[in-house]
């Protein structure tokens, strides 16, 4: 079957099987391969992007549900320079990862957060990621990331 949907601003079309997950659409068809397979039962969040401007994860979505619709991933959040945005720029200074996996994942749920809650508290931020598993760290530095992001302003570089 075939598919349309703009990722991260693009037009993308592609024939796929009916049964392709949008995580690998995205990694396979696509090209990005910052969206990571992580556990494949929807328990890690390592393939959070977003559909429509909410948070999913891709590995949940078939390919063709997301047919017409707009994709953002973590690749799609840097300005047209190359310029991290402000949550991917707040997570590199706060040092808000270690090995990476989750990162990209990590990095779309706070977006998510913020767009819903521009202020978030501590605890705020916690409950938001709560889908989101990371393996390396205690998660300080990845709510003290989210936290100093949603001090800047948004579409800030």
């Known amino acids: 079957m075939n598919v ?3 990722v991260n601003g693009t037009p993308q079309s592609h024939e796929v099987e009916a ?4 995580v690998h659409y ?3 068809d696509v090209g990005l391969r910052a969206t990571n397979v992580g556990c494949d039962t929807t328990s890690c969040g390592a393939c959070t992007v977003l559909l429509n401007g909410e948070s999913v994860k891709s ?6 549900q997301a047919d017409g619709a707009a994709v953002t991933t973590v690749e799609g959040l840097a300005g047209a320079d190359g310029a991290m945005d402000r949550v991917q ?3 590199q200074e706060h040092h808000g990862l270690q090995c990476g996996f989750c990162t990209p994942g990590m990095v779309m749920a706070v977006t998510s957060l913020l767009h819903e809650n521009p202020n978030p508290t501590e605890a705020d931020v916690r409950v938001g990621l709560e889908g ?3 393996r390396c760290t205690g998660y300080h530095n990845i709510v ?4 100093a992001a949603s001090a800047l302003p948004e579409g800030a570089k």
Not at 59 to 64: I, K, Q, R
Not at 144 to 147: I, K, R, Y
């Open 144 to 147: 003290e990331a989210a936290l």
């Open 19 to 22: 049964r392709t997950l949008l």
């Open 89 to 91: 720029r707040s997570f």
């Open 4 to 6: 349309s949907m703009t």
């Open 132 to 134: 989101n598993l990371c």
């Open 59 to 64: 590995c949940t979505v078939l390919a063709a």
């Open 26 to 28: 995205l990694r396979d």
